[in-house]
Nanobody, 123 residues
Framework: QGQLVESGGGLVQAGGSLRLSCAAS????????MGWFRQAPGKEREFVAA????????FYADSVKGRFTISRGNAENTVYLQMNSLKPEDTAVYYC????????????????WGQGTQVTVSS
């Protein structure tokens, strides 16, 4: 059984930055693609970013492209999401997830999910 634990969320002013971390334990996730999703109050969960198992390919939602960067440290079994130029509309609970089917926007193929970390951006 594997487990994902997110950290790094918090309250930040618009224009600020946060770095989310997702630590994996219980199994090796280095062979799995990883993704970040988010869910704002009253809205469905949406794709944010994904990274291939090697780190060689990354994908972003249009809404975060150019502002967010996903990366991974396989030796540390950790995935990161660097978020810059944050906007109030980025406010959401952010989840990391692991996919055996490659890096994709489709959350249905992600087998492992963390509990989420709250990000709040004030205007």
């Amino acid at each position: 059984q594997g487990q994902l634990v997110e950290s790094g969320g918090g309250l930040v002013q618009a224009g600020g930055s946060l770095r989310l971390s997702c630590a994996a334990s219980g199994r090796t996730f280095s062979s799995l693609a990883m993704g970040w999703f988010r869910q704002a109050p009253g809205k469905e969960r949406e794709f944010v970013a994904a990274i291939s198992w090697s780190g060689g390919s990354t994908f972003y939602a249009d809404s975060v492209k150019g502002r967010f960067t996903i990366s991974r440290g396989n030796a540390e079994n950790t995935v990161y999401l660097q978020m810059n130029s944050l906007k109030p509309e980025d406010t959401a609970v952010y989840y990391c997830a692991a996919s055996p089917a490659g890096a994709t926007v489709w959350e249905g193929v992600y087998d492992y999910w963390g509990q989420g970390t709250q990000v709040t951006v004030s205007s």
